[in-house]
């Protein structure tokens, strides 16, 4: 409810001309759901009408397996195909915003000068709600931006990757050969989210190993494993500049089958819904902290803390008091 | 606000032979905290007349530091000083309770025998909360007990791992030669932590250097390079069985001098206050956000889910329908 510093036109404005595809506006945006806690929420209703079109395709994997190439790849292949597309790559260890990095230009030169590819690179900050908040956010631009498709890449296998890539409708999980990132990727969790496993350099010695134990994992069960389910397919491939490495159309189309798969079945929009559910969650939880630190209701949080640390009242029945003086 | 499904009889029994320092009460209360969502709130009150009067020192580092044998040695230490001494292992990358695991019974036989000394380890599991809420209520399970030092340690240096020594009235960072972590470390933020910086395995070659880059860090400055803050001391240290290993009884002194300031200057009563106030919070946020999930109020999340994800709403607004309805 706070008053956004800049004049309303201005930020139409700007969400107009993204909505035409220009690449200054979508950075621009981008960069106030980075930083700027007082647009975003403008921001945020501003652009609802133009999205809910966006395939969101998530690519995450251990550091060392090509995320970059592969990425670069596969706009290639949807570039052939004549798809806009955007890249967002978030690194949520960095405490850097990617837009005024070298990196993101150096990143991709394959697509720099392509005005239906948009990429960007986003980091943390301090923005309120992290990037459960910021991520989908920034997806959401790309969308109203007419993006056919948006890849967002992550550059690991922790909690926060899982998360991000969870905002995707089919995810990618890389593997290759000699990293050792089979028993990684399965402590982190990550097996349990893709749609896709890619095992990328596929022509190194130790390829072969890298398929058999997935397929050895994938035999021990999990969600894929009820009657029917979508079984996430191995796909082979050597990623390299342009759409011509090995395995990558093959990859594409896999991608458009899982896809078309979860449009038939219903799955898409609920697992969208579903999203969009804990998104609203967390931008609710977000408001109720901020009502709680600010002391709201008569019971002060400073002395509650006082009392517990004391021994003389315990946390749960500390927080029954907080929340029904918010109530 | 759940029925326990015991009688209150049997949990309170179960306290006061906690609180009598009996091992095998204590290990069940522990087991309660990571299983059993509804004994937690009642074993939270009953256990919180006993609390507030144990010191906790975290110890985090990389895999490979030797931590496991650094709490053993600090454990001997604080033995000849004749305390009684309560271990905490967390691992949170786990979904394994510690409570069944051999590795809990091969893990410091040399304090096997010694019933001054309550070793557990302890995984997330489902609890609601976490290791948010299940660690600090494992920690007044052993300051109950009459524990005048609890160690919790950890496995790694990632977010997961900050979270549970942030619980700590003294934080331990292990580092040794020849892991690169001193650049792990920062990228972790673990460095912000750190009360005191441990150099393990200091007989090793390279030990000079990662003293010197911990050196270099600190001097570019962090919370600690306020005039008359603490400046975190690094202790070189070859961590073996018993109390004899180079630096330890150093190490001892320097977390003994760490708690007196902490104590004198008031600083102690102060975080504890914050963490409380944390754990509070974190309480009264996961019931509010049982209310959300439950549907409280008119506004049902998954209608607002669908609204977002078709575009014809944005999130902001629907969490502020959603928090109307809760108040």
Same mark, same amino acid.
């Given at each position: 409810?706070?008053?956004?510093?800049?004049?309303?036109?201005?930020?139409?404005?700007?969400?107009?001309?993204?909505?035409?595809?220009?690449?200054?506006?979508?950075?621009? =945006?981008?960069? =106030?759901?980075?930083?700027?806690?007082?647009?975003?929420?403008?921001?945020?209703?501003?652009?609802?009408?133009?999205?809910?079109?966006?395939? #969101?395709?998530?690519?995450?994997?251990?550091?060392?397996?090509?995320?970059?190439?592969?990425?670069?790849?596969?706009?290639?292949?949807?570039?052939?195909?004549?798809?806009?597309?955007?890249?967002?790559?978030?690194?949520?260890?960095?405490?850097?915003?990617?837009?005024?990095?070298?990196?993101?230009?150096?990143?991709?030169?394959?697509?720099?000068?392509?005005? +239906?590819?948009?990429?960007?690179?986003?980091?943390? +900050?301090?923005?309120?709600?992290?990037?459960?908040?910021?991520?989908?956010?920034?997806?959401?631009?790309?969308?109203?931006?007419?993006?056919?498709?948006?890849?967002?890449?992550?550059?690991? #296998?922790?909690?926060?990757?899982?998360?991000?890539?969870?905002?995707?409708?089919?995810? =990618?999980?890389?593997?290759?050969?000699?990293?050792?990132?089979?028993?990684?990727?399965?402590?982190?969790?990550?097996?349990?989210?893709?749609?896709?496993?890619?095992?990328?350099?596929?022509?190194?010695?130790?390829?072969?190993?890298?398929?058999?134990?997935?397929?050895?994992?994938?035999?021990?069960?999990?969600?894929?494993?009820?009657?029917?389910?979508?079984?996430?397919?191995?796909?082979?491939? #050597?990623?390299?500049?342009?759409?011509?490495?090995?395995?990558?159309?093959?990859?594409?189309?896999?991608?458009?089958?899982?896809?078309?798969?979860?449009?038939?079945?219903?799955?898409?929009?609920?697992?969208?819904?579903?999203?969009?559910?804990?998104?609203?969650?967390? =931008?609710?939880?977000?408001?109720?902290?901020?009502?709680?630190?600010?002391?709201?209701?008569?019971?002060?949080?400073?002395?509650?803390?006082?009392?517990?640390?004391?021994? +003389?009242?315990?946390?749960?029945?500390?927080?029954?008091?907080?929340?029904?003086?918010?109530?």
């Amino acid at each position: 409810m706070t008053r956004p510093a800049r004049p309303a036109g201005d930020l139409a404005g700007l969400v107009e001309r993204a909505t035409q595809g220009q690449a200054r506006a979508i950075g621009k =945006l981008i960069t =106030l759901i980075e930083n700027d806690g007082t647009a975003v929420r403008e921001l945020a209703a501003l652009l609802a009408p133009y999205t809910g079109r966006a395939y #969101v395709v998530g690519l995450t994997g251990p550091p060392g397996v090509g995320k970059s190439t592969m990425t670069s790849a596969i706009v290639a292949v949807m570039r052939e195909r004549d798809a806009r597309v955007g890249v967002l790559a978030v690194d949520p260890s960095s405490p850097f915003s990617g837009g005024a990095l070298l990196g993101d230009r150096i990143r991709m030169q394959a697509h720099a000068l392509d005005d +239906r590819v948009h990429i960007r690179s986003m980091a943390t +900050r301090g923005h309120l709600g992290g990037l459960a908040v910021a991520v989908p956010q920034a997806l959401r631009v790309f969308d109203a931006a007419g993006c056919d498709v948006v890849l967002v890449e992550t550059v690991g #296998v922790g909690q926060s990757e899982i998360d991000i890539v969870r905002q995707a409708d089919t995810t =990618l999980v890389l593997s290759a050969p000699g990293l050792g990132d089979a028993i990684q990727a399965a402590k982190a969790g990550i097996l349990e989210i893709a749609d896709i496993f890619v095992v990328n350099k596929a022509d190194r010695p130790g390829a072969e190993i890298v398929v058999k134990d997935l397929r050895h994992m994938q035999s021990l069960g999990g969600r894929h494993s009820a009657p029917g389910a979508w079984r996430p397919p191995i796909i082979e491939t #050597v990623a390299e500049d342009g759409p011509e490495g090995r395995g990558l159309r093959q990859l594409v189309d896999t991608i458009e089958r899982h896809g078309e798969r979860l449009r038939t079945s219903g799955d898409l929009q609920d697992a969208r819904g579903a999203r969009a559910r804990s998104e609203i969650e967390a =931008l609710a939880v977000a408001a109720l902290r901020r009502g709680l630190a600010s002391g709201a209701g008569q019971t002060p949080l400073a002395e509650l803390g006082e009392e517990v640390a004391a021994g +003389r009242l315990d946390p749960y029945s500390a927080a029954d008091r907080l929340v029904a003086a918010l109530r």
